[in-house]
Structures are given as structure tokens and as C-alpha cells.
């Protein structure tokens, strides 16, 4: 028994000795990493396991919190505390999402432009999409569609244009007369696209009409 009890203590004694030995080695080893660690980090040849294991040895924990920005808490080895504070990173959607400028542009041009119109005059002044990508008459439609923008046609009727219905029954003429003239030059007819195809709005003509209008039109409302 007295034998067991010293070998015991010989064997606490030891292991206290080696913690130490040990102990001692690891704060060297962090001291002199602490000397090299931005050339090791930064030397493309080290790699990405040996910088895992650069961090364990200098870092005891992190603790990252989400609110409006990213707060973390980084505790060193040795008792040493930094907090960084990082903006929140932005998800998909917003990485790809369509510019403000771009939205406010196409807004303005509406007013003056059909979608095609728009697409050519968006790629021509250097503007994108969100992901990078040039524009057609498709990509501002989904655009309008997305932003909830008024729509040409909408526009053109606010602004008091009128259907080629409309301008028939004003001038007591048959809906194809009204292309007719807008052909002449009798009439100024706005271009917008409605369900995919090519229809026009019309201004609120003249009250003189010029005279051959006058007399396609008495002529119509003769033959009444």
C-alpha cells in the first residue's frame, strides 16, 4: 500500500510538471503567432486549416448579435475583449433587386415613352437591371407590373386623349376614317401598347378642322 500511495504521488507530480511544460509551450506558441499572424493569414500558401487553427489558439470565444447591425463579441485568450460592429448583410432579393433610380427613370418616362421605347433609352444612358442586365420592352413591363406604375394607356386617358371611338363619334366619322386621317396628318394619334398589340389615343381635335376634314365629315353626315 505504501508503494501504491508513493507511486501515485509521483505520477501527480509528474503530470503537474508536464501541465506546466505544456502550458509554458502554448503561451509561446501565441506569443510568436501573435509576432507572424498577419503574414501566416495573409500568405496564400497557408491554408484554410492551418488558419482555423491560428484562430483557436488566439480566439476563446465569439458571440455575434443580430439587431440593426451585426455586433460581435470577440473574447481572446488571455481575457482581451473587441466588439466589432459590421452592417447587416443584404439578402437575395435585395442583391438583385431593381435599382430605385432605375424604377424613378422608367416612372418619369412613361409619361412620353412606351415600354419599348424606354428599354432603348434605359440601355442607351447606361442604366441596368438588378442583375446586371440590359434592358427590353419585357424587363420594364415586369418593372411597371413590380412598382405598381401607371401604365401608358392610363396615363395618355388622364392626360385626356381620347379612344378612336370616341374621336368618331365627335366628328361623326367611322372608327377606320380616324387612322385615315392620322395617316394625313388630320389628326395627331399617340402610339401606346395594350395587350400586346399596337392601339392609339388621340388628342381632342381642333374645332377647325381643316377644310377637307370639314368635307369628309359633311359628307359622312349627309349620308346618314
Known sequence: MRDLEEAKRHFEEEMKIKAVVLTAE?????????VDFPRLWQDPRTPDRERKRMARLLIEDVTLIKEEMYTVHVRFRGGVLRTIRLPLLPNAPDVHRTPRQVVEEIDR???HHSE????VLLNERGFR??????????????????????????????AGYLTREEIAERLGIRPDTVLKWRKQGLLQGIPYAQKGGREWLFSVPADDLPA?????RSERNSSR
Open 26 to 34: 502554448k503561451r509561446q506558441q501565441i506569443r510568436d503567432l501573435a
Open 109 to 111: 418616362l412613361l409619361d
Open 116 to 119: 419599348e421605347e424606354i428599354a
Open 129 to 158: 437591371s438588378g442583375t446586371g442586365q440590359l434592358f427590353d420592352k419585357h424587363k420594364v413591363i415586369i418593372i411597371r407590373w413590380t412598382y405598381k406604375l401607371k401604365d401608358r394607356y392610363t396615363r395618355l386617358r388622364e
Open 212 to 216: 377637307r376634314a370639314k368635307h369628309k
